[in-house]
């Protein structure tokens, strides 16, 4: 079974800070891990992913996230935030190497920043 | 090379009526998974289908089903439509062989049900 745990519904930040946002997964296999972004009425954008190899992921716009076994986390991160990073962030969770398309969602992360 | 298309972008119907989505995928990409989002529930997987055959499916009833044809352009049927189906649904395609490989989304149709 596999499933993802985003640890803050809401995160707030201001232009030009650091953001954070967390995520925890569960899975009974070795895990393919994404972030998707998605703005007002769009689908989603994949900002990144993990499949295997170097656990740093840099992904579009300036964010990375880090895969840890150890603590089964994989967390969202930028270094200076944007306006127009304003949405929401899903983690998500697929079984690697699997020829089954299934991900598995968290229930998001709604990101605000204050000019 | 153009993204995934789902049309209609909206659509409104009311209870008891049938519905049907559709959803174009990237140019080569042989799977196409389907997606209801909802304030309640979040994310949640309908189901996939690669090569025109479906291989995967979620917890959903048989009301809602789905099939691709073989230029894997895919429809999504919902039947007797509830008040609770009123969601965004979204589509997904990927090149399919495995779960690495990402999947991309349309911009989704939201349907209300009156």
């Known amino acids: 079974a596999q499933s993802v745990t985003q640890l803050d519904s809401h995160v707030s930040v201001s232009e030009g800070t650091p953001v954070l946002l967390r995520c925890n997964y569960s899975?009974?296999?070795?895990?393919?891990l994404f972030w998707y972004v998605q703005h007002p009425n769009k689908g989603l954008q994949l900002l990144l992913k993990y499949t295997t190899g170097a656990t740093l992921v840099k992904g579009i716009n300036g964010f990375e996230a880090e895969f840890k076994k150890s603590e089964t986390s994989f967390h969202l991160t930028k270094p200076s935030a944007h306006m127009s990073d304003a949405a929401e962030y899903f983690c998500v969770v697929s079984r690697k190497g699997s020829t089954l398309g299934r991900l598995y969602f968290g229930r998001g992360t709604q990101l605000t920043v204050w000019p | 090379k153009a993204g995934v298309t789902q049309t209609p972008r909206y659509l409104i119907k009311t209870r008891g009526q049938q519905v049907t989505l559709s959803c174009s995928p990237i140019?080569?990409?042989?799977?196409v998974s389907w997606y209801q989002q909802t304030p309640g529930q979040g994310l949640q997987f309908l189901f996939e289908y690669f090569s025109e055959t479906q291989r995967n499916k979620g917890n959903f009833p048989g009301r809602f089903s789905g099939r691709q044809f073989s230029n894997s352009r895919s429809e999504m049927n919902v039947s007797t439509l509830e008040l609770g189906d009123s969601a965004l649904y979204l589509c997904?395609?990927?090149?399919?062989?495995?779960?690495?490989?990402?999947?991309?989304f349309g911009d989704g149709t939201r349907l209300s049900i009156l």
């Open positions: 997904a395609s990927s090149q399919g062989t495995v779960s690495n490989q990402p999947q991309h």
């Open positions: 899975s009974s296999y070795s895990p393919s």
């Open positions: 140019s080569g990409h042989r799977s």
